[in-house]
């Protein structure tokens, strides 16, 4: 214990100040600060429920009229009261996380308007009801189950419940998504279906992920952000081509952090540890500060994290056990500033820091958890990002600015021997060496009309420039020169207008059109030696074009929403450099691919609330799809594979069964498949999309009653299964992953302030094969097996001032 105090002296700092903050805060009214702009009922309730971070459900659209204008700090009966005081419904606060909207009846008018100093009104049926979070994926709040897209989310109490710390760990909650399973910052993120390969090249990413209002990730791998002081995970499924651009084929992940409180001092701290079967030891601190600079005005937020991941794989031929060990380190400081009672600014910097201190695969021959190479390989990933956000909101609708500025850096090792001689390097151990520094610079404006009206939409303009430079080597280890040596930079430029409008016509359906227009533009220049030879090259590409949306909804009644849906998404094409030059191929071009997406959705909520339902039937065409690939030798490279189809089916449902017991369902059945190959590709018979299930679901059971003596008792168990795969088109090179099944069970205690969570990750201790990849340089009769974590046991410990 000593030496986890001496490790992590900046955190446990973090706890001791927030224990002292501790009387302050809880002396501190549980009145919320709003700032509500005179507008139509159901639109201030969705942003009543942003503001004050609670969950929404119930007719909204029963509600008439406008509510006025409410700025200030007061409680959420005082507001509500205020609100629908002439609309016509009534409210229930069912607990301090959710509000339930009715309409109102006539002899129960006066009780559901209670002075703003009354306690929450509740009710025998209260806590068997489902209310919503608020998201804004599509640039303006709405809920997700009355939004007419594939759309997901979890609110910061479902991440805790789940222990979630990485996107990785929502997988147990949302259909479809999955991730590749090289390692910690080294994954890319898959939905619905969709997968270019397993592997991360030059191609653009096919899910965009956004930080709040700004990218994080262009060509690069998932920098694998922990889950931090995180108010609500956004999952928008299929091509968002319009609102969001090239590398939005497969959908978009938006991560929304809690912003600062205005007006509390508060804390929160979690520490937890763990141990991993035939492994090591595991822990993690987190720490989150809110301070209040200038009350009602300005104020600070920081987080601040610690993490270490028990390593497991061990590798005899350099005497060594649990190579794999990760740290993850990082930290976010929020600045919230109010200009004016319509418009306030938010600042944030980010920093991450991963190291992992091998890779996380096994070779067939030798088992699962254990391999023979040469040298160990290493992984380094350091992401930093600062942004500015400027928000207005009134009667006029909503206008949302943000500038932002990311760095983000990762390097690989690769144990290279068993390729060396390629290269013509003498025989001995070698490693292959990739680094990679982005820096992308992002601005972008939307301005969104006032909802609840019957034309109402969105416009914008987005700017960014992203210079990437790569420098790959391959030499002798542990010292010599570099047989092979590339030196690359991608400068990229982005421009695009946009543009999205809803008419509510007769017989209760709407339609909406959306376009983009966008303008690519790459330059690329590259300088590669190989011994006494040398290539430069230079290249120029500029693209543009449209992406469009066509959207027909039909809302026969409060709880039941279906929609048809057209939309399109793109990536642009660039040049492969990279090639041994004593016969590899010259530089060649890859062309930009295209993906349309045809959709049927319905949305469901029944039985008093208490059954929430999604279920969409998609259909989705991808035309000249770039896949990030290896040679022989072990280099990458990026080529059209050809055309391909997924049709599938995609279920997500949540049952409140009781006052105790929640049960959610999640389900994916779909049919990739590479309708029409390249003329120099290859492909095994019903290979499927590259790295890519033909299925996989999920359930989640939580139990929880309150004790006698105070604190409630949660039980959960969570099962997701995730159907095989191949990993590559290649039949003789296509390595199968097995279907294998995720297992995670806990049991909580949750006071006030606190909650003690026991939990165990793979009970069962699985090995099964999730990920046939290791390292590209390996002799291919070296089978990879990528295995489940083992068995891991531990416990958290999260503290609230």
């Known amino acids: 214990m000593k030496r986890g105090v ?147 989310a979890l609110a910061s109490q479902a991440l805790s419940h789940d222990r979630a710390s990485s996107l990785a760990d929502i997988g147990f909650q949302v259909a479809g998504l999955t991730t590749t399973n090289l390692g910690p910052g080294r994954d890319k993120i898959l939905l619905r279906g969709l997968s270019d390969g397993a592997f991360t090249g030059l191609t653009q990413s096919i899910v965009a992920l956004y930080l709040d209002e700004v990218p994080v990730t262009y060509n690069a791998p998932d920098p694998d952000l922990r889950l931090a002081d995180i108010e609500r995970v956004e999952v928008m499924r299929g091509p968002q081509g319009t609102l969001y651009g090239g590398g939005a084929i497969g959908g978009v992940v938006r991560l929304a952090t809690r912003k600062p409180d205005l007006d509390t001092m508060s804390a929160e701290v979690l520490a937890g540890g763990s141990v991993t079967g035939g492994g090591g030891a ?93 040298v160990r390989e290493p992984h380094d990933n350091s992401f930093d990002q600062g942004s500015l956000t400027v928000t207005g909101d009134g009667r006029w609708g909503r206008v949302t600015g943000s500038v932002s500025r990311l760095g983000h850096d990762f390097s690989s090792r690769y144990d290279a021997t068993a390729r060396a001689g390629l290269f013509g390097q003498a025989a001995g151990p070698a490693v292959f060496d990739d680094a990679r520094q982005t820096d992308l610079t992002v601005g972008e404006i939307t301005y969104a009309m006032p909802t609840g009206r019957r034309f109402h939409g969105l416009v914008g303009g987005f700017l960014s420039s992203t210079q990437t430079r790569q420098k790959s080597t391959l030499a002798p280890y542990p010292a010599g020169g570099a047989s092979y040596a590339e030196s690359r930079v991608d400068d990229i ?189 290859t492909a095994a018979e019903n290979a499927g999309l590259a790295g890519i299930s033909s299925g996989s679901a999920n359930f989640t059971a939580d139990y929880h009653r309150p004790l006698a003596w105070g604190p409630t008792l949660r039980l959960r168990a969570q099962v997701a299964h995730t159907g095989g795969a191949r990993l590559s088109l290649d039949e003789t090179a296509g390595r199968r992953m097995d279907s294998y099944t995720t297992t995670a069970l806990s049991a909580a205690l949750e006071g006030g302030r606190w909650t003690l969570t026991a939990y165990v990750d793979n009970p069962f201790d699985s090995h099964a094969n999730t990920f046939a990849f290791g390292n590209p340089f390996a002799p291919r009769a070296d089978e990879a097996i990528t295995p489940q974590r083992p068995r891991t046991a531990g416990f958290r410990l999260q503290a609230r001032f």
């Open 6 to 152: 001496k490790r992590w002296p900046g955190l446990w700092a973090v706890a001791l100040a927030s224990l002292t903050l501790a009387p302050v805060a809880q002396a501190a009214s549980a009145d919320v600060r709003l700032r509500l702009a005179r507008k139509p009922v159901r639109a201030a309730l969705i942003d009543l429920a942003l503001q004050a971070e609670v969950s929404l459900g119930g007719n909204l659209d029963a509600c008439r009229g406008e509510s006025p204008a409410i700025v200030g700090r007061m409680s959420l009966e005082a507001a509500l009261a205020r609100m629908l005081a002439q609309s016509g419904c009534g409210f229930e606060i069912l607990d301090r996380r959710t509000i339930m909207v009715r309409r109102a009846r006539a002899a129960s008018e006066s009780a559901r308007l209670p002075a703003p100093t009354a306690a929450p009104v509740r009710h025998p049926e209260a806590h068997a009801t489902i209310g919503e979070v608020v998201i804004t994926a599509q640039r303006y709040p709405n809920l997700p189950g009355r939004t007419p897209a594939a759309i997901s």
């Open 282 to 374: 595991g822990g993690e601190l987190e720490g989150v500060v809110n301070l209040p600079l200038v009350t009602g005005k300005l104020a600070l937020r920081a987080v601040g994290y610690r993490e270490r991941s028990a390593g497991y794989i061990d590798n005899p031929a350099l005497g060594l056990n649990n190579v794999n060990t990760s740290d993850r380190n990082g930290a976010r400081l929020s600045l919230r500033a109010v200009l004016s009672p319509a418009w306030q600014a938010t600042a944030v910097v980010n920093h991450q820091s991963l190291r992992n201190r091998d890779t996380q695969y096994g070779v067939s021959r030798l088992g699962p958890m254990t391999r023979d190479n040469a």
């Open 493 to 681: 430029r982005e421009a695009a207008v946009y543009g999205e409008g809803t008419w509510e016509l007769p017989w209760n359906f709407s339609a909406t059109l959306g376009l983009r227009w966008f303008d690519y533009r790459y330059d690329i220049s590259s300088d590669l030696i190989q011994g006494a030879k040398a290539r430069a090259f230079k290249g120029h590409g500029d693209e543009n074009g449209f992406s469009p949306k066509v959207l027909l909804s039909y809302a026969p009644s409060a709880s039941l929403l279906a929609y048809l849906q057209l939309s399109e998404g793109y990536r642009p094409g660039g040049f492969n450099t990279g090639g041994r030059l004593d016969g590899g191929p010259p530089p060649s071009r890859y062309e930009a691919d295209q993906l349309w997406n045809y959709e049927a959705g319905i949305k469901l909520r029944a039985f008093d609330e208490r059954l929430r339902l999604r279920a969409a039937l998609f259909f989705a065409q991808w035309r000249s799809i770039q896949s990030d690939q290896y040679r022989p030798d072990g280099l990458g490279y990026t080529v059209n594979v050809g055309d391909g189809d997924n049709d599938g089916l995609e279920v997500e449902a949540d049952w409140r069964a009781s006052e105790r017991l929640d049960l959610r369902f999640a389900l994916l059945l779909n049919r990739p498949d590479v309708s029409r190959l390249s003329l120099d590709q």
